[in-house]
């Protein structure tokens, strides 16, 4: 039995997230029929992380195994993919690796980006949260510096959640400014809960309103309670920018 690791994008506007789904089309669906078909055999992909409906990856990571002999080169293989996938997913890489390498078990850091502008930008609207009001920065990332400092975050982990524990270490939580009118938050962390990103950015957009205090987020995430938390953002400016390993 050969491991592969496949390294690839998508653009999430038009699946129902990474995972199959029983009612909607998936970016992993998508994968394991396109390698199904090219390889002549039921190919099953486990991706390196869960991301929602209608957010994106520039970079992912999946593996698949196969016992036989694949009859052509990963170069190869990844342009028969490319060819055969759908226009919003691209597949950068394939390359094998140890059977003990698990593209989700093994990664040890993600990052994502969530992406802001100001005013109306006919350019980024699918890809970026617009907002209108003045927000301050500077009072969001003194916010966000807290989330070093702390490990449980069940504050922002989505009600009635599967998770086995809200522990995560971010080691990473700030707001980098494109240019006059963009900015982008960062942030890294060794695993992530479901709808954490979403919950972190629209809890900190409520400080940069002056909504909440820098001492009130503190203590949003200290009581650990997902009804103290501001709402999700919009998924369609989230991004999944990177998995290491």
Not at 25 to 46: F, W, Y
Not at 104 to 113: G, I, L, P, V
Not at 199 to 206: D, I, R, Y
Request: glycine share 4%; net charge negative.
């Amino acid at each position: 039995m050969q491991r592969y690791f496949i390294s690839f994008a998508y653009d999430g506007t038009n699946y129902h997230g990474w995972q199959i789904q029983p009612n909607g089309n998936t970016v992993q669906e998508e994968l394991q029929k396109a390698l199904s078909l090219i390889l002549r055999c039921d190919i099953n992909v486990v991706g390196a992380g869960r991301t929602d409906t209608g957010v994106h990856a520039r970079s992912m990571v999946a593996h698949f195994d196969i016992s036989t002999e694949i009859a052509f080169d990963a170069e190869m293989l990844s342009g028969k993919l490319n060819r055969l996938l759908p226009p919003d997913i691209v597949v950068f890489s394939i390359k094998p690796v140890a059977e003990d390498m698990h593209a989700r078990f093994s990664a040890t850091w993600r990052t994502y980006h969530y992406y802001v502008h100001k005013g109306k930008d006919p350019f980024v609207r699918n890809y970026s949260y617009s907002y209108y009001r003045d927000l301050d920065f500077a009072l969001m990332n003194e916010a966000a510096r807290y989330l070093l400092e702390v490990e449980d975050f069940e504050a922002f982990c989505k009600s009635h959640s599967d998770a086995k524990t809200t522990l995560c270490n971010v080691t990473e939580a700030q707001w980098i400014q494109d240019d006059a009118t963009h900015w982008h938050f960062v942030i890294k962390a060794n695993r992530f809960l479901r709808n954490m990103v979403r919950a972190v950015v629209g809890t900190l957009v409520e400080v940069g309103q002056h909504k909440i205090t820098v001492e009130e987020f503190k203590n949003i995430v200290d009581q650990r309670k997902r009804t103290g938390a501001g709402e999700s953002m919009p998924a369609h400016a989230l991004f999944l920018e990177k998995v290491e390993y």
